[in-house]
């Protein structure tokens, strides 16, 4: 099945620093990716989409100057969380589709997750 | 977006048959029900994708009724290690989003 890998696994980082997490679809090509937010003991919260060659569409209460997302190839997203604060301490996860199903499927294809943790 | 619901937690033992409930009134005609199974600190892993009836592969079987306002995902002689939350999506289109809606928390135990 399709992969898609995230970079890196986790990070510590100080508050008031940026952290870029790259996102990558392995064996297929995705002009379209999402990025999720995860607390622990909760649900995954869709951040933004982020479409290839073009500006990510942001959820509601998404800061876009606060998580910057680059979708520069079929194959790379990232996300950069810029000044960040402890608050902004999550487990990140990004997915895809892969156009390339056969039969309508569309399920999504996760990453693996990052885990930020900002001191 | 069609918004689902499920019972937040199930426990069950293992070899037993589980099977989830989840209820999405709101679903459009172009609306694919995909389910995911998540362990701590991963990314969500897919399970099965159905349309309508029923839908087998060889982890589980997800069966949808008429209507299409529910899907019970089932989970044949569960093991420890399917201890895990599970979630139902209900989305279209190759690109189109989907919500996560909050989860089933299965436990299973010896």
């Known amino acids: 099945g399709a992969v898609v890998s995230q970079h890196p696994s986790w990070v510590i980082c100080k508050s008031g620093t940026s952290v870029k997490i790259e996102c990558r679809s392995l064996?297929?090509?995705?002009?379209?990716m999402f990025w999720y937010r995860q607390f622990p003991k909760q649900s995954l919260m869709l951040m933004a989409t982020s479409n290839e060659g073009s500006k990510a569409t942001y959820e509601q209460g998404v800061e876009k100057d606060k998580f910057l997302i680059n979708h520069a190839s079929l194959t790379l997203s990232t996300l950069t969380v810029t000044s960040a604060h402890p608050e902004d301490s999550s487990f990140y996860i990004c997915?895809?589709?892969?156009?390339?199903?056969?039969?309508?499927?569309?399920?999504?294809?996760f990453g693996p997750g990052t885990r930020l943790t900002v001191l | 977006l069609a918004k689902t619901t499920q019972p937040i937690s199930m426990d069950s033992y293992e070899g037993q048959e589980v099977n989830i409930t989840c209820s999405h009134n709101?679903?459009?005609?172009?609306?694919?029900i995909t389910w995911y199974q998540q362990f701590p600190s991963q990314g969500p892993r897919f399970i099965i994708q159905g349309y309508k009836t029923k839908v087998t592969n060889e982890v589980a079987s997800l069966f949808i009724p008429a209507d299409r306002k529910s899907s019970t995902l089932s989970l044949p002689r569960v093991s420890l290690s399917d201890t895990a939350v599970y979630y139902c999506l209900v989305g279209a289109t190759n690109a189109g989003k989907s919500t996560f809606g909050d989860g089933t928390t299965l436990t299973v135990k010896p």
């Open positions: 709101n679903i459009a005609t172009n609306d694919y």
């Open positions: 064996d297929f090509q995705a002009t379209t």
């Open positions: 997915s895809a589709r892969d156009p390339g199903l056969a039969g309508g499927r569309n399920e999504q294809f």
